[in-house]
């Protein structure tokens, strides 16, 4: 016992020694690699010794709390672990380098430690579903309905065009937005983009790889037809996790964050000129998803909260006092374009609730998370990771409630029990 207890406590000390490397080549790619191409965005440099030892005692509390989300079981754990890596740590970051309030900070800290301990702390949930016999074939039916519809939206309104490039993708974009679309087709595509891959990886498992190339080339027609960045990217998640994840699903996420940021220094130094990589990934999902947060903040602070008047209480007959969308409003103010500065976490939390949405959001978000548990217990390893990293990408970037309806978390995992194993659950038998 003492052995193995010895063993727990270095994997722990290790563990937080990556997360403290993780903070400090972060701090580094944000100050010599992003403030200086973008700073004209908002991300420019404005630190003294202060932030950045707030920045560092905040990460310093919250990198043991990671170790715990680190060492759960529950499948969410990993939905957690990369929130923790992608958009917090990078965060803190932000606030030590950056101009932003410090209230903001105070804000964001609370929450941070909110998140993660309830986390750690709300047990798992018995939601008492039942199990229905051959209830797989129900998935496989849901799986051919969405190769269908894909087949019919891409064909008929994209000529099941394809397209690679990621740098116009907003081209793509306004191409569609063009097209009158049933509003049906948007909650359709989300929920396509995350299904199509997940029939990828069962069907390459299984090596039957005609199978898996319709799926690859399903979701390469939906990239096309939008340019959503995230379908590509989890289509290449889905392929590699199946070469990469084998046991511990979460050990080699921090390795290959580290990597990435390693290889885009090294492109940017080779080349004299920013890294493809850290312009579309780093940047993107680490530090505009934090800038637009602060954003976010700013507004409201002076402007009050909209209290879910723009989200699903508008279908009650609430009506916001704010006229244009708040993505929309939000993005014209700080850009000057009538573009779509989405934000989940800490920018959703305030413009909802202000300060009463730290009452609120963790915990709802948690409870989410449970609600992932008891549904994909005992599934494929690979289908939760790709999920996973699916599900952290929209949290970030969207609103609790969009993400839970539009972007179908709440619909995929529901399909994601019909899969589950589950053997001490009682089955129903249908006749």
């Known amino acids: ?64 709390q ?64 039942i199990r229905f016999k ?57 929920i396509a983009a995350t299904l199509i891959p997940i029939g990828a990886i069962i069907f390459l498992k299984r090596k039957q790889y005609f199978f898996f190339s319709v799926f690859v080339f399903l979701q390469l027609f939906l990239f096309a037809f939008g340019g959503h960045k995230t379908t590509l990217f989890v289509l290449v ?45 780093q940047r993107r999902n680490m530090f505009t998803t934090n800038l637009i947060s602060s954003w976010y903040y700013e507004y409201f602070s002076v402007n009050g909260a909209d209290f879910l008047k723009q989200s699903f209480l508008r279908h009650f007959g609430f009506v916001s006092k704010y006229e244009t969308p708040i993505p929309q409003m939000i993005s014209l103010l700080y850009t000057g374009r009538l573009g779509g500065a989405n934000n989940g976490m800490i920018g959703d939390a305030y ?18 998370f449970r609600f992932f548990d008891y549904c994909t217990k005992g599934l494929d390893i690979n289908i939760i990771f790709v999920t996973s990293v699916i599900f952290a990408i929209n949290i970030i970037n969207s609103s609790f409630f969009t993400v839970m309806l539009t972007h179908g978390f709440i619909f995929i995992t529901l399909i994601l029990y019909l899969i589950s194993n589950r053997p001490n659950q009682t089955i129903l038998k249908i006749d």
Request: with cysteine; charged share 10%.
């Open 351 to 368: 413009a909802n609730f202000g300060w009463l949405g730290l009452l609120v959001y963790p915990i709802i978000l948690v409870l989410a």
């Open 66 to 129: 990671i170790v715990k989300v680190y060492n759960s079981k529950k499948p969410s754990s990993l939905i957690a672990y990369l929130i923790n890596l992608v958009y917090f740590i990078p965060g803190s970051t932000f606030f030590a380098f950056s101009t932003v309030d410090d209230k903001y900070f105070v804000f964001y800290s609370l929450y941070w430690l909110l998140f993660n301990g309830y986390y750690n702390l709300i047990p798992a949930i018995d939601f008492g579903f």
């Open 1 to 64: 016992m003492i052995s193995i207890n010895l063993a727990i406590k270095k994997a722990d000390v290790k563990l937080l020694l990556l997360l403290f490397i993780y903070k400090v080549m972060t701090d580094g790619l944000y100050v010599f690699f992003i403030t200086p191409y973008y700073s004209y965005m908002g991300m420019d440099y404005n630190s003294n010794a202060i932030k950045v030892i707030v920045s560092f005692l905040v990460f310093f509390i919250a990198s043991f």
């Open 134 to 190: 051959n209830q797989k074939r129900i998935f496989y039916i849901i799986l051919m309905l969405t190769i269908i519809g894909t087949i019919y939206i891409t064909g008929r309104y994209n000529g099941f065009r394809l397209h690679f490039g990621l740098f116009d993708v907003y081209e793509l974009r306004a191409a569609v937005s063009e097209i009158a679309l049933p509003g049906i087709f948007g909650y359709f595509r989300a």
């Open 237 to 281: 998640v889905a392929i590699v996790s199946i070469v990469v994840i084998k046991r511990n699903h979460k050990s080699k996420i921090i390795y290959l964050l580290m990597g990435m940021n390693l290889i885009g220094v090294c492109e940017s130094m080779l080349t004299g000129k920013l890294s493809n990589i850290i312009a579309i990934f």
